[in-house]
């Protein structure tokens, strides 16, 4: 790629996607570069997907002037990508006299109508199964769940669709000064960019290292998590937080846009980028659930993973120009709630570029992205009707999350489309259900395979190492359809 | 189809069979190894002669058997909605008979710490991408739980050219057939470690590694006891569970010891119309069984007796389930129940109240080999109330 663009940015996380979008709406030429083969695909696919509410905003910091900017962005992203954030509200409860001090300061913080301060019985009217030795519970009707994925991915999608380049697998190893612009330099090729934007997550730290700039390396804070089956619809309704106790909301259970019940985080340091679960930390999360839900069903897991926030020391955000470029941004220390504060984090660097000399002249041609149908969210006629007009969609490929070929199809050959069978999942909750891809781990890589034209031994689940098949048998295969 | 075969010759005016698969048999096909059929037809066969046997006897009757169809719901009125390539189907019937199978337990139910890298399967899945898609799912395997198709997987790995490092099986007994033990794992000098569990999957992209530990007799791994085991694939062989999602649709009241609908001996179950047979009824051991059962409840769905009262079994000491749990009359049909531990001298005992009704002297049982018992054997008592099944004898551990 010979061509200049006007702004680079790296990293396709939930915040390079936020700015690839944001900036998207104004008449540029951007480049998203991402190392992995998918977005979302570090920071961003871990976590527990919820759009805090003003009660949870921290005062005096950054992340706190973000997270309340990004809340009035919600409706337009809701429109413009297709996508709706349930709006699920909260309780934050209280064991004992001394926590009620701290559901006033969310109250009085969140100046939210309809929140208010519940007493025991009120508070099981709303939620039968918390715990009965709760003092008093604070109800914040605003808190909203998303998926991480769908966000992200929608995001990347809508940026595409007006026009970002996107190069997946190709990740940033450091800068060169080219007279007033930057060159990116990558793996393999360089880049260049009147700007550039640094929000690759982990490695945002290390890439201002890199630049010359002098920032404290990330220290990496472990969140582990449970996931439980769909069947456990309906054993809560709202986001369940405890008070917390030390720097972090605590562990909570959460319903998801798809049913499931999420149970975590704990938090605890990591090694560099280690997301493994431990039995320790599954154990803490699972005492912490039963904390606010004494019942829960913790036999139902269905799945377990861990994600990482990537923390500097006073555990506020901070983005800053590099002091060697002057036209490279850095966002490091994006953690908790960098979900929320995606929308609030791309408007507030657009105002830092623009500051320093970006022309944001808005188009007038932004296209609004629609989202492709879920087959299990249809009605039955609709159902019937799409397969009339094209009978992939009679095809059920997952069965735990009644998913059709018609779709993987989709997610396979959009853009920024599916490569990897974790982006498939991502996607469209293939291997997400119950059985844990036991079934439609049997057809997927071979409809991926044939859909892309790809060798089905070349098919990975999310690293390009990460192969899923292993060696041909020695026997012939007959020419029977594998999916 | 043995349901669906024996619905048609009861004299069902009209019976569907609603598959999922592009093809019939169910997971039959995949199971290319010997061993189907003993009790039944009196010879052993692989998993698709055994089901080609059926297909071609559903071929000469009028049973529509629909198959790459995927039944997605279920209502207490026996309408199921069922789509396919064709269109959006929904049916009612009089009788509805399920026979959805059971699928193989997870690595999150497990709740096996690590990383959660390619290469880890199913052992079901791994059969499947052996024998139908032609591929390995890697070339150093452990197997983690002594259940029959890790057995059956090891050997049939070692045959394709990987290596199975070990089986590790949790308890301290075989969760298997012995025959399958004999003929997969000691014929073939794979080592077998019992009270062992997986307590780590290592490797960010490909499984590397994964470490082993001894447990205590809970289950809880003994600190120190750790090694690790250099792979690039585990198979998990860690039970089955019944697949009840649309039975718990219609609202069919489930047993939480089988995880299927509470049944009576015509496997009718607690619900007027519902019958439900095999595996998603109680996890089998043997495939003719599963015949078995799926015949009567075939011919049963077209009597459509009208609900009585019945005896209710219960799961007493060393049972693990029982199976049915109802019992109409107890004048035909069969009781199988399923142990807890592996046992000698063993003694089945019925009681109704405080009282021994029945016994029965059985040399030696496992959890892996159902008892069957003919219910006419059993000298049913004529009050119908609660009769509850005990299994007594001295616990051996390992194989023999």
Redesign the interface.
């Known amino acids: 790629m010979n061509e200049e663009f006007d702004v680079i940015i790296i990293g396709g996380g939930v915040v390079g996607c936020a700015i690839a979008w944001y900036l998207a709406h104004f008449d540029l030429q951007i480049l998203l570069l991402e190392k992995e083969l998918d977005v979302c695909s570090g920071v961003s696919k871990a976590n527990t997907g919820i759009i805090h509410s003003r009660s949870y905003w921290t005062p005096h910091t950054l992340k706190g002037e973000l997270h309340l900017r990004s809340l009035s962005w919600i409706e337009q992203a809701e429109k413009e990508l297709d996508i709706e954030f349930l709006k699920t509200g909260a309780l934050t409860m209280a064991f004992s006299r001394d926590d009620l001090e701290f559901l006033q300061t969310l109250k009085e913080r969140g100046k939210i109508e309809g929140a208010q301060i519940l007493a025991p019985r009120e508070a099981h009217t709303l939620e039968p199964m918390i715990s009965d030795k709760i003092f008093a519970a604070y109800y914040d009707p605003e808190t909203r769940v998303a998926s991480p994925f769908e966000l992200n991915i929608a995001l990347a999608e809508s940026a595409f669709l007006n026009g970002v380049h996107f190069i997946l697998g190709q990740e940033v190893v450091g800068f060169e000064e080219e007279k007033s612009i930057v060159g990116v330099l990558t793996e393999n090729g360089k880049y260049l960019s009147r700007w550039v934007v640094n929000c690759a997550g982990l490695s945002s730290s290390y890439l201002a290292q890199k630049s010359g700039d002098n920032i404290p390396s990330l220290r990496p804070l472990r969140g582990e998590y449970?996931?439980l089956d769909r069947?456990c619809r309906g054993l809560v309704h709202h986001v369940l937080y405890p008070v917390p106790v030390g720097e972090t909301k605590g562990i909570l259970v959460s319903p998801t846009t798809d049913g499931n019940i999420l149970v975590g985080p704990n938090l605890e340091p990591a090694e560099d980028e280690d997301?493994?679960?431990?039995?320790e930390?599954?154990k803490e999360v699972e005492e912490g659930g039963k904390k606010l839900i004494p019942s829960l069903p913790v036999s139902q897991?269905?799945?377990?993973?861990s994600g990482l926030r990537p923390t500097l020391p006073d555990r506020d955000f901070h983005i800053f120009f590099s002091s060697r470029f002057p036209s490279l941004l850095h966002l490091v220390g994006i953690e908790s709630p960098g979900l929320t504060a995606s929308f609030g984090i791309a408007e507030y660097v657009g105002d830092l570029l623009h500051k320093r000399g970006l022309k944001l002249r808005e188009r007038s041609d932004f296209v609004i992205r629609s989202s492709f149908p879920v087959f299990r969210k249809l009605p039955?006629e609709e159902?019937?009707r799409l397969?009339?007009e094209d009978?992939?969609?009679?095809?059920?490929v997952c069965?735990c999350e009644?998913v059709t070929v018609a779709e993987v199809k989709h997610a396979l050959l959009s853009s920024p489309g599916a490569s990897t069978?974790d982006g498939l999942k991502r996607r469209v909750r293939v291997m997400m259900g119950?059985?844990?891809?036991?079934?439609c781990?049997?057809r997927l890589p071979?409809l991926m395979a044939e859909t892309l034209g790809l060798e089905?031994?070349r098919i990975?689940?999310?690293?390009?190492?990460?192969?899923?098949?292993?060696?041909?048998?020695?026997?012939?295969?007959s020419g029977?359809?594998?999916y | 189809m043995a349901a669906a075969l024996s619905s048609w010759e009861a004299g069902a005016k009209s019976v569907f069979l609603l598959e999922?698969n592009?093809y019939l048999g169910g997971i039959l096909p995949q199971c290319i190894h010997p061993g189907f059929g003993l009790q039944i037809w009196g010879e052993e066969l692989t998993g698709p002669e055994y089901a080609e046997i059926f297909i071609e006897k559903l071929n000469r009757t009028g049973v529509e058997a629909m198959t790459?169809t995927?039944a997605?719901e279920l209502t207490p009125e026996r309408i199921v909605?069922a789509?396919?390539?064709?269109?959006?189907w929904?049916i009612k019937a009089n009788s509805i008979i399920l026979s959805m199978g059971c699928?193989?337990r997870?690595?999150?139910?497990l709740?096996i710490?690590?990383?959660?890298?390619?290469g880890i399967?199913?052992a079901?899945?791994a059969q499947?991408?052996?024998n139908?898609?032609?591929?390995?799912?890697?070339?150093d395997i452990v197997i983690l739980g002594s259940g029959d198709i890790g057995l059956i997987m090891a050997r049939r790995l070692t045959l394709?050219?990987?290596r199975v490092k070990m089986v590790v099986e949790i308890k301290n007994s075989l969760s298997g057939l012995v025959r399958n033990y004999v003929q997969c794992i000691q014929d073939f000098n794979i080592p077998l470690l019992f009270s062992h569990t997986v307590?780590?999957?290592r490797g960010?992209?490909?499984v590397e590694a994964v470490v082993i530990s001894e447990v205590d007799e809970e289950g809880n791994?003994l600190s120190g006891g750790e090694r690790e085991v250099e792979c690039?694939?585990l198979l998990l062989s860690v039970g089955l569970i019944p697949e009840n999602?649309l039975s718990?649709q219609a609202k069919i009241p489930l047993s939480p010891q089988t995880g299927g609908p509470w049944v009576d001996e015509d496997f009718s179950t607690d619900l007027e119309g519902f019958f439900a047979c095999g595996n998603v009824a109680s996890v089998f051991d043997l495939v003719d069984y599963v015949t078995l059962v799926a015949e009567r409840a075939g011919r049963a769905a077209v009597l459509a007796r009208p609900p009585q009262e019945k005896h209710i079994l219960r799961a007493g000491e060393g049972v693990h389930t029982v199976i049915p749990q109802r019992i109409r009359e107890g004048k035909d049909g069969f009781l199988f129940i399923r142990p807890q531990k592996s046992m000698k001298g063993v003694t089945v005992s019925f009681w109704e109240r405080e009282k021994i009704f029945y016994q029965k002297k059985i040399s030696i049982c496992r959890p892996s080999e159902m008892i069957k018992l003919d219910l006419a054997q059993i000298p049913w008592p004529q009050e119908k109330g609660e009769i509850k099944v005990e299994i007594k004898g001295t616990e051996i551990q390992g194989i023999s």
């Open positions: 449970l996931v069947e997301t493994s679960t431990t039995k930390g599954l897991t269905i799945a377990t993973f039955w159902r019937e397969i009339q009978d992939n969609w009679g095809k059920i069965r009644e069978l119950r059985c844990q891809g036991g079934f781990g049997m071979f089905e031994r990975v689940k999310s690293g390009r190492n990460s192969f899923y098949l292993g060696e041909e048998t020695k026997e012939v295969r029977a359809s594998l | 999922r592009e790459d995927a997605l909605k789509v396919n390539p064709q269109g959006a929904e699928r193989e997870t690595r999150g139910m709740q710490p690590g990383y959660r890298p390619a399967f199913t079901g899945l499947y991408l052996v139908i898609a032609g591929y390995l799912p890697g070339k394709e050219g990987a307590t780590e999957v960010k992209e490909r791994p690039d694939t999602e718990r």
